[in-house]
């Protein structure tokens, strides 16, 4: 069963830019969607950005137009590039994917920590 692996958070400055990975162990090409989702400490999980087949993309009104996600088939790799960093975009990021239609994949999240 494919599993999902993120990376690249870390703490960065109010205003500053950082870029998150999800890398799917067996591919991307079985999970559609796949999305970003964020908690915050002691907040719900909510979803933050979803691309699904044919590349379309959506946003939670609280990053559009901050954040972009992307894929890249060949490296097994989704993308949440995220830009002007806000202090409440802190706390966990986590990897989501419907696997081949039937069973959802989470990653085991990574923090990200925006300070003002």
């Known amino acids: 069963q494919v599993q999902l692996k993120e990376s690249g958070g870390g703490l960065v400055q109010a205003g500053g830019s950082l870029r998150l990975s999800c890398v799917a162990s067996?591919?991307?090409?079985?999970?559609?969607?796949i999305n970003w989702y964020h908690q915050a400490a002691g907040k719900q999980r909510e979803v933050v950005a979803t691309?699904?087949?044919?590349?379309?993309?959506n946003y939670a009104a609280s990053v559009e137009g901050r954040f972009t996600i992307s894929r890249d088939g060949p490296e097994k790799t989704v993308y949440l590039q995220m830009s002007a960093l806000k202090p409440e975009d802190t706390g966990v990021y986590y990897c989501?994917?419907?696997?081949?239609?039937?069973?959802?994949?989470w990653g085991q999240g990574t923090q990200v920590t925006v300070s003002s």
């Open positions: 989501h994917a419907r696997y081949r239609d039937y069973l959802d994949i």
């Open positions: 067996e591919g991307i090409g079985n999970l559609n969607p």
């Open positions: 691309i699904a087949r044919g590349g379309f993309t």
